[in-house]
């Protein structure tokens, strides 16, 4: 299993000093329903609205100018593909992997300041997240980058929001 190591990239911690003295949530990139192709739904999005009705989950919302997001802090994806189902225009395109985010766990996480939290990890049902004990009985959170479907299920599951996510570094997981 390839696992992230700790530091300012995705897919791992963020434990940079500035995060860990302040706790700070990385920025957290726009992210288009799955199978989106971006620059079809810049061009050919008519802001409708219909995939957002369509997501049983209730994680589309309108975005800057109305263009749909996916907002993982109401829930995670099923991947049902409703959203791209319902989409009257050529913007979704399901033979291509949904995503090319994956979790990242920034430098307010608990187990960093040494208070027993795994709720993130527990949320997970790809297993790609997991924790290696550091001294002084904090812990670090490793996300395996292969395994993470960036499903978003461990962003609510966090109680202090540490959990945002980011660009893929590479071979993102293929569903
Ligand atoms: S695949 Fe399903 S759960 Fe995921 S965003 Fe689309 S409609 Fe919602
Ligand atoms: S259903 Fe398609 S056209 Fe309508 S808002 Fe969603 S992406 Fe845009
Ligand atoms: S996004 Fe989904 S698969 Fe990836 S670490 Fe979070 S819960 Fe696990």
Redesign the pocket.
């Known amino acids: 299993m390839s696992t992230q190591r700790p530091g300012p990239r995705p897919g791992g911690i963020d434990r940079g000093r500035r995060g860990l003295l302040l706790g700070r949530r990385a920025a957290v990139p726009p992210i288009h329903?799955p199978w989106?192709d971006a620059a079809a739904?810049r061009d050919?999005?008519?802001?409708?609205?219909?995939?957002?009705t369509a997501c049983p989950e209730r994680i589309?919302a309108p975005g800057d100018g109305g263009?749909?997001v996916v907002r993982f802090t109401a829930g995670e994806c099923s991947f049902c593909g409703a959203?791209a189902t319902?989409?009257?225009?050529p913007?979704?395109d399901t033979g291509r992997r949904p995503w090319t985010h994956v979790a990242a766990v920034g430098g307010g996480c608990l187990a960093v300041a040494g208070v027993y939290c795994r709720s993130c990890q527990d949320s997970c049902p790809e297993a790609a997240l997991r924790f290696r004990p550091l001294p002084g009985g904090t812990a670090e959170a490793l996300v395996d980058a292969s395994a993470c479907t960036g499903c978003g299920a461990c962003v609510p599951a966090c109680p202090v929001n540490a959990v945002t996510m980011q660009p893929a570094p590479e071979k993102p997981h293929a569903c």
């Open positions: 329903p989106a739904l050919l999005c008519t802001r409708c609205g219909a995939c957002a589309i263009f749909p959203c319902a989409c009257p225009q913007i979704f």
